[in-house]
C-alpha cells in the first residue's frame, strides 16, 4: 500500500459543482494498469486520471485517462483538470505553453487569467452523417425528421458525430432512448437566441454517450464541434458554449479560433485534496 496525492476538481465551472468532475491522482508512476483501472470502476466517475513522468523531452508531464469501463487516448475535460491538478501540484511548464503528453499524442495548452484551453486535435472522421445513421439518431432522440438542421461527424477519437437543431428549447427539450443509441456516441447542438436564452452563450450543447448516460460538460466533443461550426459558418471564430443545463450543471466552455487553431478553454474548480492509499 502507498499513499499517492488525490486532487478532485471540477472542469468547466468557475464554481464547486457546476461543471463536470474530475480524479486526480498525482505522481501515479508506480501503479500498474490494474491498479488504475481498478480505482477509476471505484471513483464512478466518467474519468479518472493518473499524472506520470513524461517519456518524451517536449511534454511536461505525461496522462492516462481511464472511465470505469475503458483507457481512453484522450479526452477533453481530463485535460484540463489534469493540466491544473499538476499545475497546483507545483508543476512548472517548460515554455510558454504546457504540453501534456497522452496515448493520443502531445496536445499544447494554453493559460490564462481565469481558465486553460487546450489545442484541439484535429478530426480523424468529418462530413455528412450517413442517412441510415441519422435515421437512428433521430428515433434514438425521439425528433421528428425534419427537426434536424444538419448532422456531421466531428470524431476527434471517441467518435462523435453530431445534429444541430434550431433551438436551445429543442435541445433541452430531449429525452434519449438510449436502447436504441446503444454503442453511439451523439452530441446535439442548438443556437442561442439573444431575445429568448439571454447572452450568457451562444449555443446549446448535449453529449450522449456510447454507454448510455449524458455527460455534463464534454470537453472532446465540443473540440468537434467547434471546428464543424467556425468552418461551416454556423459558429464566429470566437463563442461560448453553454452545456450540463440539463443535469443542473452550468458548464461553460470557450472556443477560440486563432491563427495557431481552435482552443478549447474553460475554468477549473478545486473541490478535494488529500491522499489516497493504493
Known amino acids: 500500500m502507498t499513499d499517492f496525492s488525490f486532487r478532485q476538481v471540477d472542469v468547466f465551472s468557475s464554481r464547486p459543482l457546476g461543471g463536470n468532475p474530475l480524479a486526480v491522482v498525482v505522481g501515479a508512476d508506480a501503479l500498474d494498469d490494474a491498479q488504475m483501472a481498478a480505482f477509476a470502476r471505484w471513483t464512478n466517475l466518467s474519468e479518472t486520471t493518473f499524472l506520470l513522468e513524461p517519456r518524451v523531452p517536449e511534454a511536461d508531464y505525461r496522462v492516462r485517462i481511464f472511465t470505469p469501463l475503458q483507457e481512453l487516448p484522450f479526452a477533453g475535460h481530463p485535460t484540463l483538470g489534469s493540466c491544473h491538478a499538476w499545475l497546483a501540484s507545483g508543476g512548472t511548464p517548460k515554455g510558454d505553453e504546457i504540453v501534456q503528453e497522452c496515448a493520443a499524442g502531445l496536445v499544447r495548452i494554453r493559460r490564462d487569467a481565469d481558465r486553460l484551453s487546450f489545442a484541439a486535435p484535429p478530426l480523424r472522421r468529418a462530413g455528412p452523417v450517413e442517412p441510415a445513421v441519422v435515421a437512428r ?36 427539450a430531449l429525452r434519449p432512448d438510449f436502447s436504441v443509441l446503444a454503442g453511439m456516441r451523439v452530441g446535439v447542438v442548438a443556437p442561442w437566441h439573444a431575445g429568448a436564452d ?13 454507454a448510455g448516460f449524458e455527460d455534463p460538460v464534454t470537453g472532446s466533443l465540443n473540440a468537434g464541434l467547434a471546428q464543424w461550426l467556425t468552418q461551416s459558418g454556423i459558429a464566429p471564430a470566437r463563442y461560448i458554449a453553454s452545456q450540463g ?25 478545486p473541490c478535494i485534496a488529500g491522499s489516497v492509499t493504493l
Do not use: C, Y
Open 137 to 172: 439518431v433521430v428515433e434514438g432522440l425521439r425528433l421528428a425528421p425534419d427537426a434536424v438542421v444538419d448532422a456531421n461527424w466531428v470524431d476527434n477519437g471517441p467518435g462523435w458525430l453530431a445534429v444541430l437543431l434550431r433551438s436551445r428549447e429543442a435541445v433541452l
Open 198 to 210: 439571454g447572452a450568457d452563450a451562444h449555443f446549446e450543447v448535449r453529449a450522449f454517450t456510447a
Open 245 to 269: 443545463t440539463a443535469l443542473g450543471r452550468t458548464g461553460r466552455v470557450h472556443v477560440v479560433r486563432d491563427g495557431a487553431g481552435i482552443w478549447i478553454g474553460g475554468a477549473v474548480t
